[in-house]
């Protein structure tokens, strides 16, 4: 089955610089990769996600970077704010009509004010 | 509002008793899902259901069971057979096309076994 692995499992960053969160994963069938953040006891929320015939996609200060060959994909937050301070998690799966998401173990990200 | 529901937030039970946590969502998604999260850990599937009276077993299924009598309804039931059912549980949806798949998840129970 798939297996996804997730780097680092905590970060801490100053406010105003970048974070990145990165993530492998072991099944080429794998084409669709979202992001959740998940604040202390509240469910993941979805913040963006990329399918496998997009190599980078972009929602304000976010990004998230794929590529296909090497099996791993990137979260990428730009002017981190407190507010970012959160767990993240990656997951990975085969798209329409699999409907099972294999996650990551999460990262916990501290941005510091 | 539009979303997804979990009830009660917090659950406290004794061992060897059998309880039953409640996922209701006003989505009209076809599928959806039960998710156990423990500290640490990334979220594993535990059962899921892509279509009413029919759900699959997810990787972590022993201990527990569900029912789909109604789409908008997907309960889960933690039996004394678990062995160690303290922890996060989450409910997700989801539509059932080609062009998607995407999970959208309820604020979670924390169940705790005294």
């Known amino acids: 089955g798939e297996n996804v692995e997730q780097h680092p499992s905590t970060l801490s960053v100053q406010e105003g610089d970048s974070a990145v969160i990165k993530c492998t994963y072991s099944d080429s069938a794998s084409n669709y990769f979202p992001w959740y953040k998940q604040e202390l006891g509240k469910g993941p929320q979805l913040i963006i996600d990329?399918?496998?015939?997009?190599g980078e996609k972009k929602d304000q200060r976010i990004a998230v970077t794929l590529n296909k060959t090497a099996k791993h994909f990137s979260l990428h937050i730009t002017e981190t704010q407190p507010e970012d301070s959160a767990v993240y998690f990656c997951?990975?799966?085969?798209?329409?009509?699999?409907?099972?998401?294999?996650f990551g173990k999460g990262t916990k990200l501290s941005v510091i004010p | 509002d539009g979303g997804i529901t979990q009830s009660p937030k917090y659950l406290f039970r004794k061992e060897g008793q059998n309880v039953t946590l409640s996922c209701e969502q006003n989505?009209?998604?076809?599928?959806m899902y039960w998710y156990r999260q423990d500290p640490g850990q990334g979220l594993r599937l535990i059962y899921y259901?892509?279509?009413?009276?029919?759900?699959q077993k997810g990787d972590i299924a022993e201990g527990y069971s569900v029912s789909r009598e109604k789409k908008e309804s997907f309960p889960l039931t933690v039996t004394s057979a678990q062995k160690n059912p303290t922890a996060f549980y989450l409910c997700?949806?989801?539509?059932?096309?080609?062009?998607?798949?995407?999970?959208?998840f309820g604020p979670g129970t924390r169940l705790t076994v005294l």
């Open positions: 997951a990975a799966s085969k798209g329409a009509g699999s409907y099972q998401l294999t």
């Open positions: 997700a949806s989801s539509i059932i096309a080609k062009s998607t798949d995407t999970q959208y």
């Open positions: 990329i399918r496998s015939n997009v």
């Open positions: 989505l009209n998604h076809d599928a």
């Open positions: 259901s892509q279509i009413v009276n029919d759900f």
